[in-house]
T-cell receptor, first 114, second 110 residues
Framework: SAVISQKPSRDICQRGTSLTIQCQVD?????MFWYRQQPGQSLTLIAT?????????ESGFVIDKFPISRPNLTFSTLTVSNMSPEDSSIYLC???????????FGQGTRLTVV | DAKTTQPPSMDCAEGRAANLPCNHS???????VYWYRQIHSQGPQYIIH???NNETNEMASLIITEDRKSSTLILPHATLRDTAVYYC???????????FGAGTRLTVKP
């Protein structure tokens, strides 16, 4: 398994500001993903974080709102930009060593926008 | 990704086996079936995955039908700590981008 550290674990932010969430893995992984879980809902995939290139976004998510970086095989960041109360969710990082292997999840960042 | 269908909720008595079904009738021959669970306020936890053969680990057993159109996750002796939402996922081949449905909310009762 992989040990995933997400920071911050929670935050309360003012509307209109941005928050950057960090995901650090204890070993090199090929795949990294970002998810959102809105209150009472299941997880929704935001994007695949690609090392050295632009992230691949799912329908309904755009780079201007959720810029993602992945400078190496153990680290990625997700920024939630120009936040509104509707962005209040848990944001989770997921990693996998390669295709057809299990993915592991961080404990998430609980974001509240006021 | 193959579409998966799970019952929204199930109850199980503590100490008994919990059998959680999943239908994935559109699964292709090289797509795995993965099971995860999410205990309240925590990140999803990987349980088990399989392709064709039945699988067993320290957490659970996975039974996949011969035609691969459905599977069952078995928790052999459910405890109160197994109360969680259980997700069955069949991502497309060579992908780990798990796409979550609504899952099954399992409640283990004393």
């Amino acid at each position: 398994s992989a040990v995933i550290s997400q920071k911050p674990s929670r935050d309360i932010c003012q509307r209109g500001t941005s928050l950057t969430i960090q995901c650090q893995v204890d070993s090199q992984v090929t795949m990294m993903f970002w998810y959102r879980q809105q209150p009472g809902q299941s997880l929704t995939l935001i994007a695949t974080a690609n090392q050295g290139s632009e992230a691949t976004y799912e329908s309904g998510f755009v780079i201007d709102k959720f810029p993602i970086s992945r400078p190496n095989l153990t680290f990625s960041t997700l920024t939630v930009s120009n936040m509104s109360p509707e962005d209040s969710s848990i944001y989770l990082c997921s990693v996998a060593r390669d295709g057809n292997t299990e993915a592991f999840f961080g404990q998430g960042t609980r974001l509240t926008v006021v | 990704d193959a579409k998966t269908t799970q019952p929204p909720s199930m109850d199980c008595a503590e100490g008994r086996a919990a059998n959680l079904p999943c239908n994935h009738s559109t699964i292709s021959g090289n797509e795995y079936v993965y099971w995860y669970r999410q205990i309240h306020s925590q990140g999803p936890q990987y349980i088990i995955h399989g392709l064709k053969n039945n699988e067993t680990n320290e957490m659970a057993s996975l039974i996949i039908t011969e035609d691969r159109k459905s599977s069952t996750l078995i928790l052999p002796h459910a405890t109160l700590r197994d109360t969680a939402v259980y997700y069955c996922i069949a991502p497309s081949h060579n992908n780990n981008d798990m796409r979550f449905g609504a899952g099954t909310r399992l409640t283990v009762k004393p």
